[in-house]
Every structure is written in C-alpha cells, then in structure tokens.
C-alpha cells in the first residue's frame, strides 16, 4: 500500500542493538529503552543536566547507548522523509508487551490517530473559543491526558500544520515516566512545541513529578532542537490550565429554577 512504511524498515536496527545489549548485560529491553531516552534528553537539554536518575550504565554500555540515539536519528531521518510522523518508540514500546514492568499496555494505531485528529481539529476549530492561556502567543492548545507515547498528539499536530499551515503547542500528560519520555523525544524530533508532564491528571493535576518543555530554543525562528527540564507546576501550562478548570469548578453556579407543574383545569 502506497505511503505504508514497512515495521522492519525502521524498527529492526535498533531493536537488534537493543536486543544485542539485553543478552550482554542481562538487563531488560525497557530499561535499555528507558537509559536510550534518557541519554538523549540529557544531550538537548540545553542546561546540560545529566540524566534524572542515577546514571548507573558503564562507559561501554553508554558508548552503546550512543550509537542507538544515532541509529535512531537516522531511522527516523528515514521515517519522516515519507510520512508526516511516526512513532517508533511506541512500536518498539509494543513490541516488549510481554515485559514483567509493562505487561499489557498498548498504544493507539498510528491509522485510528489520524482519524481522531481529522474529527477533533477540523475547520470549525479556528471559530471557537480557545483557552485563555497560551504559550507563545496566539497558538491553539491542543491536550492528551493520558498520552502514551504522543502518538494522538503528533497525529493532531501533523493535521493541524496541514489544513492551517501553523503549529500548536501540545501538552502531553501521563503518570509514566517512561510515556513521558518517550513523547518528549517524540515531539521534539518531529519539530514540535509543547511539554510533557509527568503526573496523575485525576487526582493529582496540580503536582508534577517531572515535566519537559520542549523546542522552546527553536521559537519563532529555526535551530537546535531542545528538551529543558521543568518541574515547577508554576511555569508550566499544563498545570495552569487544570487550576482553570478547578477554579471555574468552584464557582458558585445559578440556581435553577424549580419545575412547575402546569394544569390545562
């Protein structure tokens, strides 16, 4: 089918070295993944903070590390070159179902994004009422509570560039860490601005565990690509739209009006 990349096209030189990497240090494949994330954030941070956690791979193991962010770079270079967008780590994500962290979870098809992004931000989405708060300036705030890998979101931003030739600022929110990582590398390769957030958007929406603004240094003109580290639930618009809707919620509401039963006698 025309416009379909095959899954091996992409995905098999890095799961080769990720799976070659498992069976020398006897790790599994998603804390590889994980350390794979976490080595790129720290190289576009551009604060040059090393990794959150503990670094605890050795300097063979991060020399491999390298050279799968360089695979992956040159995949994806690969990738965008016929597609708009594509997840790969959301596919390599699926493909370790079966490990004992991650059992189970899966992530909505790249085909079923697309349509949801269709239906969601048609041409009425320019005629209506955004949020009162929005990152650089006049940007549509496009959102995901639970965003997985930020497939749905790189799904709406691709449709978005397309049918209005401007970008939105996404915010991609998820209890995972690893989903949050994911999507923050995610958006910040396909060019994206926006943040991911790391907390529990239904009963903690007002704390933040990790967040990541993302391609902020490439605004308006473009650069390097970048991923800051941003805990502070103050500077995050993510965490400022969910006071919004608590406080809008508090308000007193009208009272209604009691029926009244009518007689035709």
């Given at each position: 089918?025309?416009?379909?990349?095959?899954?091996?096209?992409?995905?098999?030189?890095?799961?080769?070295?990720?799976?070659?990497?498992?069976?020398?240090?006897?790790?599994?494949?998603?804390?590889?993944?994980?350390?794979?994330?976490?080595?790129?954030?720290?190289?576009?941070?551009?604060?040059?903070?090393?990794?959150?956690?503990?670094?605890?791979?050795?300097?063979?193991?991060?020399?491999?590390?390298?050279?799968?962010?360089?695979?992956?770079?040159?995949?994806?270079?690969?990738?965008?070159?016929?597609?708009?967008?594509?997840?790969?780590?959301?596919?390599?994500?699926?493909?370790?179902?079966?490990?004992?962290?991650?059992?189970?979870?899966?992530?909505?098809?790249?085909?079923?994004?697309?349509?949801?992004?269709?239906?969601?931000?048609?041409?009425r989405i320019l005629d209506e009422p955004t949020a009162s708060i929005?990152?650089?300036?006049?940007?549509?705030?496009?959102?995901?509570?639970?965003?997985?890998?930020?497939?749905?979101?790189?799904?709406?931003?691709?449709?978005?560039?397309?049918?209005?030739?401007?970008?939105?600022?996404?915010?991609?929110?998820?209890?995972?860490?690893?989903?949050?990582?994911?999507?923050?590398?995610?958006?910040?390769?396909?060019g994206c601005f926006g943040e991911v957030v790391c907390h529990d958007?239904?009963?903690?929406?007002?704390?933040?565990?990790?967040?990541?603004?993302?391609?902020?240094?490439?605004?308006?003109?473009?650069?390097?690509?970048?991923?800051?580290?941003?805990?502070?639930?103050?500077?995050?618009?993510?965490?400022?739209?969910?006071?919004?809707?608590?406080?809008?919620?508090?308000?007193?509401?009208?009272?209604?009006?009691?029926?009244?039963?009518?007689?035709?006698?």
């Open positions: 089918m025309k416009g379909v990349i095959p899954y091996d096209d992409i995905t098999k030189p890095l799961l080769k070295q990720i799976d070659r990497m498992a069976s020398a240090t006897g790790r599994w494949n998603s804390d590889i993944l994980e350390a794979m994330l976490d080595y790129i954030l720290w190289n576009f941070d551009p604060m040059g903070k090393p990794p959150a956690r503990h670094w605890e791979w050795s300097k063979e193991e991060t020399a491999m590390l390298h050279e799968m962010m360089l695979t992956y770079f040159r995949q994806m270079e690969y990738a965008l070159a016929r597609k708009q967008w594509y997840d790969m780590f959301g596919d390599l994500f699926m493909a370790w179902m079966g490990d004992k962290k991650y059992r189970g979870q899966c992530f909505t098809p790249a085909d079923v994004c697309d349509m949801m992004a269709e239906c969601t931000l048609g041409d929005r990152a650089f300036g006049k940007r549509i705030t496009v959102c995901d509570c639970a965003c997985g890998s930020g497939r749905t979101l790189l799904a709406g931003a691709a449709y978005f560039l397309k049918k209005h030739a401007k970008k939105p600022y996404l915010i991609a929110e998820d209890i995972s860490f690893m989903c949050c990582k994911m999507s923050a590398v995610n958006f910040m390769v396909h958007t239904l009963i903690e929406p007002d704390e933040v565990r990790v967040g990541y603004v993302v391609n902020e240094g490439i605004y308006p003109f473009p650069g390097i690509p970048t991923v800051r580290v941003e805990c502070n639930p103050d500077k995050l618009v993510a965490t400022s739209l969910w006071r919004m809707r608590k406080r809008k919620e508090e308000e007193p509401q009208p009272k209604r009006q009691e029926a009244v039963q009518l007689s035709l006698f």
